[in-house]
């Protein structure tokens, strides 16, 4: 099984369990690892737009001396979970309005360091 | 609480005002690209962008003409600290919103001043405006002679 194929499958499983909208495994330079989003969605510019957000998010928290964690978008219709795999890659969740973000972090320990070994 | 202009002036501030002032262009791409992400994704109206640190959060929300930055305590609670800052946005939003919406017609004021100086009673306005002139000149050369 090639890593982009483990990684897709470990995203569906958290998807699944969680309840989640969709997510994608994205490099820091914007290139798309691995994605289950919605079929309308433009994968790579959907990589692109969110690879822009991260990394200004990133230069912003350095600004505050925040030591950056991992940011979120609330919309009405849902949320967008965006944090770091490893210094190369993150992953962001599209998350449904009703979920607690709180709680999304406590199921989703674990998935980032999993992803970081597979793409050791 | 800051209230910046999306054109990246910084309208009210109180905290670290030099960190958002380097900030400034960093904030802006992060507005447009969460716009860019929530609509490619057929999500529309964004509350707000939270950037979580291991020390504090940032808390960002926007609208047409302004943006507002909270800078959170780690343990603040984020549905409160969005209340205060969106109202703040808000009352920004209305009152430079209006100032905006006040532009100035240049082209009619132009117009205007035009048809005036072509009027009848602006010229007799003009000439009798010389006419006195030309009198308080005589009567101050009237005066010095004598």
Redesign the interface.
């Known amino acids: 099984m090639s890593v982009r194929s483990a990684i897709e499958e470990m995203l569906r499983e958290v998807i699944e369990h969680v309840g989640l909208l969709?997510g994608a495994v994205i490099t820091s330079d914007g290139f798309l690892i691995a994605h289950v989003?919605?079929e309308?969605?433009?994968g790579r510019?959907?990589a692109a737009?969110?690879t822009?957000?991260y990394?200004?998010?990133i230069?912003?928290?350095a600004?505050?001396?925040?030591?950056?964690?991992?940011?979120?978008?609330?919309?009405?219709?849902?949320k967008?979970y965006v944090a770091p795999v490893s210094d190369r890659a993150f992953f962001c969740l599209?998350v449904d309005p009703y979920l607690d973000i709180g709680l999304l972090l406590l199921e989703i320990e674990g998935f980032a360091r999993r992803i970081a070994q597979l793409l050791e | 609480m800051f209230i910046l202009s999306r054109d990246g002036e910084l309208i009210s501030a109180a905290g670290?005002t030099a960190?958002v002032k380097?900030?400034m262009g960093?904030?802006a791409?992060?507005i447009?690209?969460?716009g860019?992400?929530?609509e490619?994704?057929?999500?529309?109206?964004?509350?707000?962008?939270?950037?979580?640190?291991?020390?504090?959060?940032?808390l960002l929300c926007w609208r047409e003409h302004v943006v507002g930055l909270m800078?959170v305590d780690k343990d603040a609670n984020i549905g409160l600290c969005f209340c205060e800052l969106e109202s703040g946005v808000e009352e920004a939003e209305r009152i430079l919103g209006s100032m905006i919406q006040v532009e100035i017609d240049t082209e009619k004021v132009r117009e205007t001043l035009r048809e005036i100086e072509e009027s009848e009673v602006y010229k007799l306005l003009i000439k009798s405006q010389a006419a006195r002139s030309k009198k308080r000149k005589k009567a101050s050369a009237d005066e010095t002679s004598d």
């Open positions: 969709g989003l919605p309308n969605v433009d510019e959907f737009y969110i822009r957000l990394r200004s998010c230069r912003i928290a600004l505050f001396e925040l030591n950056f964690f991992d940011c979120a978008i609330e919309c009405e219709e849902g967008l599209i | 670290r960190s380097r900030a960093d904030i791409t992060a447009s690209s969460s860019e992400a929530a490619a994704l057929g999500l529309k109206r964004i509350s707000y962008l939270l950037i979580r640190g291991a020390r504090s959060n940032v800078e």
